[in-house]
């Protein structure tokens, strides 16, 4: 699975793409989505990014000090 992130500094967002069948056509792909490419960073990866990942469990602060205490 082939994920296009990109980071939009104007609008303020993050948006995640599965762009697997598509090779080196990713800034055409980034402008076909409405965002400029001046105002964008981006990035393919094989993985969605973590924070999107459903199946992640992320510890909250008092459980995470639990551990420690003696």
């Known amino acids: 699975m082939k994920v296009l992130t990109v980071l939009n500094k104007f609008k303020n967002t993050v948006s995640v793409y ?3 069948g598509l090779v080196n ?3 055409d792909f980034i402008e076909s989505r409405g965002h ?3 105002c964008c960073e981006w ?3 094989d993985a969605p990014p973590a924070l999107l990942h459903p199946e992640l469990y992320y ?3 008092e459980e995470t ?3 420690y205490e003696d």
Request: hydrophobic fraction near 35%; proline fraction near 0%.
């Open 25 to 27: 056509e990713y800034e």
């Open 18 to 20: 599965d762009v697997e």
């Open 43 to 45: 990035l393919v990866a």
């Open 65 to 67: 000090y639990e551990d």
């Open 36 to 38: 400029k490419l001046h």
């Open 59 to 61: 510890a909250n602060r």
